[in-house]
């Protein structure tokens, strides 16, 4: 079975500019989470959804948006890019909106902002 | 906010030896993960330790959860190189909806 897919894989863009980073969850999985991993850092929660609604927001500015599809995968978008928003975007499905569910982490994004 | 501190942030130690990560904070969790994450990979998950003073054991590593529910530690038994990665506490908020990972320990084993 095909674990969490994102795309790209990697990425470069330029200060000012959007992105948008896609996620596939594991077939039957609802849930989708995004993190921010800055290098040498932990990840950090951005937005968690399950059956389409946010059910869970970080710490983070309004640039930052997500939604997710009636098949469950998910897009991430930001806007106005900063040089502090390079980082690893990693995406985890779970089954449940609850992390008594175990999430299952895709490869991440690798965003350069130049 | 709540803050997980992991120590030591960066660990190199030769193929045979013991070694321990510490995972502290000032707040309660629910429950606590501990990943393991390779170059190019995403978190993987080892263990989750739910109650107090819980102690689980995976093969050669070691997951203590304190009796406060604010701290954990990973105990590793004669490493392998296999074992070389970085390692991540994350703890499980009331609602768990999220996760909040610790700053990681890069461990490097080697021959």
């Known amino acids: 079975d095909a674990g969490v897919t994102q795309s790209p894989t990697h990425l470069i863009k330029t200060r000012g500019q959007h992105v948008t980073l896609r996620c596939s969850p594991i077939s039957g999985h609802k849930s989708v989470s995004w993190y921010q991993q800055v290098l040498g850092q932990g990840p950090q929660f951005i937005f968690q959804?399950?059956?389409?609604?946010?059910?869970g927001r970080g710490n983070f500015p309004d640039r930052f948006s997500a939604r997710q599809f009636p098949n469950y995968s998910s897009e991430l978008n930001v806007n106005a890019l900063l040089l502090g928003d390079s980082a690893l975007y990693l995406c985890a499905s779970s089954f449940g909106g609850s992390t008594s569910y175990e999430q299952y982490f895709g490869p991440g994004t690798r965003l350069t902002v130049t | 906010t709540q803050l997980l501190e992991q120590s030591p942030q960066f660990l190199s130690i030769q193929e045979g030896e013991n070694l321990t990560v510490y995972c502290n904070s000032s707040s309660v969790f629910s429950s606590l993960q501990w990943y393991r994450q390779e170059p190019g990979e995403g978190p993987v998950l080892l263990v989750t330790v739910v109650t107090g003073g819980e102690v689980k054991k995976l093969k050669r590593l070691t997951f203590q959860f304190g009796d406060a529910r604010k701290d954990s530690s990973l105990h590793i038994t004669a490493a392998q190189p296999g074992d070389t990665g970085l390692y991540l506490c994350?703890?499980?908020?009331?609602?768990?909806?999220?996760?909040?990972f610790g700053t990681g320990t890069q461990l490097k084993v080697e021959l």
């Open positions: 959804y399950y059956e389409k609604e946010e059910r």
């Open positions: 994350a703890g499980v908020t009331g609602g768990g909806n999220k996760l909040t």
